[in-house]
């Protein structure tokens, strides 16, 4: 079933409660994930890890060039081009343990002129044309021959197609920003999200098929993997939206469209419940992350009129609606410890307040470190309750 969207609307009146009170790592790769036997070492790990992974990656990677491209500041580009550089050298690294630190180096410095390119497309004094564009597509293709280079298992034509779609949507998202249609740019660079999953998934199959040898056998079925994926590009999309929000709002630019993007990705989430739950059940699922949407929006406009007791009364609110959603995820799957939703969702409250706060305050590496662990939690809550879902309800209705 397809649930209607219910579109937050940044408005005050809408949704600020009248109440008073007193090393590198990428963002949701699992720690185990897709890392090959070696003498003395890890067991290896199943096929599944090496997608998961290679999707953190590049999610990430793709997430911080387009927080350099709506920098708003030259002291807010420069953590984000630090945080974009860091995550190039992460996706480098889950090179290494396959092909050495010779290929790790080599595909660092491809990725790293990538993010030289974002941040000169985005220089104020320059424009995204037609130069611009095609400097990327050469360093796409250039990263595709490099993986095409580790052996005949990795299909360098598709990597190369869907990483120079993926320029193209970034770009013209660009585009649509800076000629004031933010709309189109969330179109555009969702569907650059499709691409680069597309290309990260290509670079997992060609790991799995070029070093059999160093992945075990597969410890879950196919419908839990993939609802697995489903489930963690859900929860992305939500927080990296959310951020987007108060990125825009905080810049007074227009934030309507990142927040329905927002509503977009609680839709996606009810609609995953629905799979295996009666269809109340899933309204009811995106209800409850929809109510996060309105608590943290509810926090941003709060700290705007920089009062007080709105503050910590949008703040309780938060915390008691994420209790409720813990409450609901758990009472709703089998297997799925209280003790454990409570942790995870009062976690991601935690670091998106701590997030808008450190924005509010022009405190952008803690707005960035923020974001991080934020983005690293909701991918835990999507393993979470992709398994236990899937576990206590398969076959799907």
């Not at 209790?323 to 089998?334: E, G, H, I, L, R």
Request: hydrophobic share 40%.
């Amino acid at each position: 079933m397809h649930h209607a969207r219910t579109f937050l609307v940044v408005a005050f009146s809408a949704c600020l409660p009248i109440c008073a009170c007193a090393g590198t790592t990428i963002p949701g790769e699992t720690t185990d994930g897709g890392v090959p036997q070696t003498d003395g070492g890890p067991e290896a790990k199943a096929a599944i890890q090496a997608q998961v992974n290679q999707r953190a990656g590049w999610s990430t990677e793709t997430q911080w060039t387009r927080f350099v491209a709506i920098n708003a500041s030259p002291a807010e580009l420069s953590v984000a081009s630090s945080k974009l550089n860091e995550s190039e050298d992460a996706i480098a690294a889950m090179i290494a343990p396959y092909a050495g630190d010779q290929a790790q180096a080599q595909l660092g410095r491809l990725l790293h002129t990538r993010a030289q390119l974002w941040e000169g497309l985005v220089a104020p004094a320059s424009a995204p044309g037609t130069s611009s564009e095609d400097a990327l597509d050469s360093n796409a293709a250039s990263i595709a021959r490099f993986y095409g280079g580790l052996g005949s298992a990795f299909d360098a034509t598709t990597i190369g197609n869907e990483l120079t779609a993926q320029v193209h949507a970034m770009i013209a998202g660009v585009n649509m920003r800076n000629h004031n249609d933010p709309r189109q740019a969330v179109i555009a660079w969702s569907n650059g999200d499709d691409h680069m999953r597309a290309a990260a998934d290509a670079i997992a199959a060609g790991l799995v098929n070029q070093y059999p040898d160093q992945f075990g056998p597969a410890t879950t079925s196919s419908t839990e993997d993939a609802f697995r994926l489903k489930m963690r590009a859900t929860l992305d999309d939500h927080v990296f939206w959310t951020r987007v929000f108060v990125v825009d709002r905080e810049a007074k630019r227009d934030a309507q469209p990142a927040l329905d993007r927002v509503a977009d990705a609680d839709v996606d989430f009810g609609n995953l419940y629905s799979q295996f739950y009666a269809d109340d059940i899933g309204v009811t699922a995106q209800h409850q992350l929809h109510q996060d949407s309105t608590d943290s929006t509810a926090f941003v406009f709060a700290n705007e009129l920089a009062d007080p007791s709105a503050i910590d009364g949008t703040s309780a609110l938060w915390d008691s609606d994420g209790a409720a959603f813990a409450q609901f995820m758990s009472d709703t799957t089998p297997g799925l410890a209280l003790s454990d939703t409570q942790r995870i969702v009062q976690t991601n409250v935690n670091g998106a307040r701590a997030m808008i706060v450190s924005r509010f305050a022009s405190q952008f590496d803690a707005d960035a470190s923020s974001y991080t662990s934020t983005a690293s939690s909701y991918a835990e809550l999507g393993d979470v309750v992709s398994h236990a879902i899937v576990t206590s309800r398969t076959p799907p209705k």
